[in-house]
Nanobody, 121 residues
Framework: EVQLVESGGGLVQPGGSLRLSCAAS????????MTWLRQAPGKGIELVSA????????SYADSVKGRFFISRDNAKNTLLLQMNSLKPEDTAVYYC??????????????WGQGTQVTVSS
């Protein structure tokens, strides 16, 4: 059974940083691309960032480029998202999602329960 458990969310002031983690199990983590999604209150799902299996190729939404950094530790079956210079508009529930295949362009098929990130003074 595929399981994705996000952690690391919380309340942070504008300009602050958070590091999200996603613990994956139930599949061969190193064989799939991974994605971070988010959903802000009253809005749809947004693709935040994605990473291929070898971490050599990544993708970011324009709204987070230069502030967020995705990485993966295949030995620990863990996906990470370092979020810097956070803005109130980054407030959302963040989800990690398992890719359908080796490339993130193929889409995703499972996601976790999410972790809340709130950016507010």
């Amino acid at each position: 059974e595929v399981q994705l458990v996000e952690s690391g969310g919380g309340l942070v002031q504008p300009g602050g940083s958070l590091r999200l983690s996603c613990a994956a199990s139930g599949f061969t983590f190193s064989s799939y691309a991974m994605t971070w999604l988010r959903q802000a209150p009253g809005k749809g799902i947004e693709l935040v960032s994605a990473i291929n299996i070898g971490a050599g190729s990544t993708s970011y939404a324009d709204s987070v480029k230069g502030r967020f950094f995705i990485s993966r530790d295949n030995a620990k079956n863990t996906l990470l998202l370092q979020m810097n210079s956070l803005k109130p508009e980054d407030t959302a529930v963040y989800y990690c999602a398992k890719g359908v295949g080796v490339g993130y362009h193929l889409g995703y098929d499972y996601w976790g329960q999410g972790t809340q990130v709130t950016v507010s003074s």
